[in-house]
């Protein structure tokens, strides 16, 4: 494991501001009938009553 102090870290190019954009999202809740291993793996889902 590399072991790096901090004082030799550059300062950051840019900044980026992150806000919430929006409250009321919801996302469905699913059931996974497959699942394949891999790169990248194969799913596949059902959307639960």
Known sequence: MLDHSKSDW???I???K???VCTDTSV???K???YEA???PGR???LEP
């Open 28 to 30: 469905p809740r699913l």
């Open 14 to 16: 840019e900044l980026i």
């Open 32 to 34: 996974i009938l497959k």
């Open 38 to 40: 891999g790169a990248p």
């Open 18 to 20: 992150i806000r919430k």
């Open 44 to 46: 596949r889902f059902q």
């Open 10 to 12: 550059n300062t950051p």
